[in-house]
């Protein structure tokens, strides 16, 4: 079987993916597209002109997924779609060869974008608090402007519902940016800090400055937040980014490209499409600061790739989530909220949406009918044909998650939902009761519409378990009793939790919202995402007055006695040793 290289060439946009996705977009109309079996991308992607070469194995199969699409592609032979239906699949036989550049120029511009956005940064043009305002303001005008587009994109990438897309993206990233533009002058405002006796007479403070040019490489499943909302915390600090979408989505990372230079300065906050092998290549360049959000695999590559530089990190990782569902909870708003954090959270494609429940034995009968019901009243005897679920990412993600439900340790378990569609790329909300602790279910993060249910004898249990794993990113406990309360918010480590809730700590920008250990480290939002783009620079001010001979050699028996005085903060034996009563 020979290899053919393809480069869907010559079209304004073309953003595909090793994960088979693409999309195209001619004279203004979006055609979205997937790369079906038997073609296997075999090379990473790299940046062909104006647009991206890859190789392929067989037949390539590019089924559409809107009307109305018209493309076509030169080389050999051209083929052609116009007025194509959801049915229609355009085949290019594996002999088609098609025109593109060499990988050599996607190097190179990459390469060239990094050298620009680091030549304007040295012109210090992101310090002034004029510029991060005047752009913060350019990003919320670009949000609101662009709304319906945004919409769009996330709902071509995820099947995400208009109204989710708002609540857990637009609205977020609005926030965001007003918070900024309104605490920015008293976030960049020197800290004062006391003195001491040993540098008497002077003063102290702790300046606020942009670490630099910055790298910010952001996920697939709040492919528009997560870009973002880092990138306010960049400008905030007056820092220069390149930022890189994910590569698993395709209709927001080409949105983001071209609006965020029609509303912001474009010479220090750049936007680069594309694959692994863009990825890789710009973390082998030198940046002042990376902050990544995905997964635990991806993160030890940043940051092994970021200790070459020595350049600090922030990980936004995940983990399974666990819920401590306690005998005392209210049973009716505690499921409502744990299933709104689970499915009515991109399905479950959050790295903070509950991953599996532990449940008070006593109850556990009660809370799985009682949660079989809710999902019937949020999504329907059939909830395929919500409007209120988003689908899976892409058919390598669906495939992996039907993988846990085809596990024999798991078939048996299923007590609700477990259909599915892979044209649709669809799983309904699905309950697995008693999942057993080894098994593949219960050892990776689920990151989809599946919910584990587990019981415990009560809370001591829920905790042994919960901490012989690796800490998740969040823990949720529902309770009324407090001693409970307190020993679990005591006894489990995670990077944050919430009593009675699921998720909602996300949006409190006064919380730090991050990791620890396997799940991450760093945190960002608010005032914090300010704070990890910036670096704290210690100023100490004094004056020629107070230079002391005592600090200066030959140190004398009186000179020795004295600093030992000051130094253990005994400062009347000091001045004791000044007058010689003490030796």
């Known amino acids: 079987m020979t290899t053919t290289s393809l480069a869907l060439a010559g079209l304004p946009i073309v953003t595909p993916d090793h994960s088979s996705q693409f999309v195209l977009r001619r004279n203004g109309t979006a055609c979205h597209g997937r790369i079906a079996f038997p073609t296997r991308v075999v090379a990473g ?23 109305s699409c018209n493309f076509g592609r030169g080389g050999k032979e051209s083929v052609g779609v116009s007025q194509a239906s959801a049915a229609d699949v ?39 608090a004029e510029w991060r305002v005047q752009q913060l303001k350019g990003l919320l005008r670009m949000v609101i402007e662009s709304e319906s587009e945004i919409v769009e994109a996330l709902y071509a990438d995820l099947g995400k519902p208009a109204h989710e897309s708002y609540m857990s993206e637009i609205s977020l990233v609005k926030s965001s940016c007003k918070l900024a533009i309104k605490e920015l002058k008293k976030w960049m405002a020197p800290q004062r800090v006391s003195g001491s006796m040993i540098t008497f007479p002077s003063s102290a403070s702790i300046v606020a400055e942009p670490l630099g040019v910055t790298l910010v490489i952001s996920a697939w499943n709040f492919p528009f937040l997560l870009s973002v909302d880092p990138l306010i915390g960049a400008i905030s600090a007056g820092c220069a980014v390149v930022l890189k979408p994910s ?77 401590y569902f306690d005998r005392s909870a209210n049973l009716k708003v505690g499921l409502r909220r744990i299933a709104q954090g689970k499915w009515g959270n991109n399905n479950g494609q959050a790295c903070i949406s509950p991953d599996y429940i532990l449940v008070d034995e006593s109850i556990a009968s009660e809370l799985v009918d009682n949660l079989k019901e809710i999902i019937e009243t949020f999504y329907g005897k059939n909830p395929i044909s919500s409007t209120n679920l988003s ?37 309904a909300p699905t309950l697995v009761c008693d999942a057993l602790m080894d098994s593949f279910l219960m050892s990776e993060e689920i990151f989809g519409p599946i919910l584990p249910i587990i019981k415990v004898q009560g809370e001591q249990e829920a905790i042994d378990i919960i901490n012989a794993r690796p800490k998740p990113l969040a823990a ?73 001979p005592a600090r200066y050699p030959p140190f004398t028996t009186k000179k020795q006695n004295f600093l030992r005085c000051v130094l253990d903060g005994d400062y009347i034996g000091a001045i004791l040793s000044l007058t010689g009563l003490k030796k």
């Open 90 to 128: 355009v085949v290019v036989k594996d002999d088609m060869k098609v025109g593109g550049r060499s990988a050599d120029h996607g190097d190179e511009r990459v390469l060239q974008l990094v050298a620009e956005v680091r030549e304007a940064y040295m012109t210090m043009r992101t310090k002034p």
């Open 45 to 67: 992607l790299v940046r062909a002109g104006r647009g991206y070469a890859f190789s392929v194995q067989g037949d390539l199969e590019l089924q559409l997924r809107r009307r």
């Open 476 to 548: 949720y406990v529902f309770t009324t009793n407090k001693a409970v309360e307190e020993r679990m918010v005591k006894n489990v480590s995670s990077g944050g939790m919430v009593v009675n809730d699921t998720v909602m700590h996300f949006v409190n920008p006064g919380l730090p919202f991050g990791g620890v250990g396997e799940s991450g480290m760093g945190s960002y939002h608010g005032k914090f995402s300010f704070d990890a783009f910036s670096h704290k620079k210690a100023v100490l001010y004094r004056t020629s007055l107070g230079d002391f």
């Open 247 to 323: 590569e698993v989505v395709y209709a927001t990372p080409a949105l983001l490209a071209k609006l965020i230079p029609l509303y912001m300065d474009n010479s220090v906050i750049r936007v680069v499409e594309g694959g692994v092998a863009e990825t890789t290549l710009l973390l082998e360049q030198k940046w002042d600061k990376i902050f990544y959000t995905g997964n635990p695999k991806v993160g030890r590559i940043v940051m092994a790739a970021a200790s070459k530089h020595l350049t600090p990190v922030t990980l936004e990782l995940g983990g399974k989530c666990p819920v």
């Open 391 to 427: 689908r899976i990412v892409n058919t390598k993600h669906y495939l992996r998650l039907i993988s846990f439900l085809e596990d024999p340790q798991i078939c048996s378990k299923i007590v609700h939902g477990g259909e599915r569609d892979e044209k649709k790329l669809y799983i």
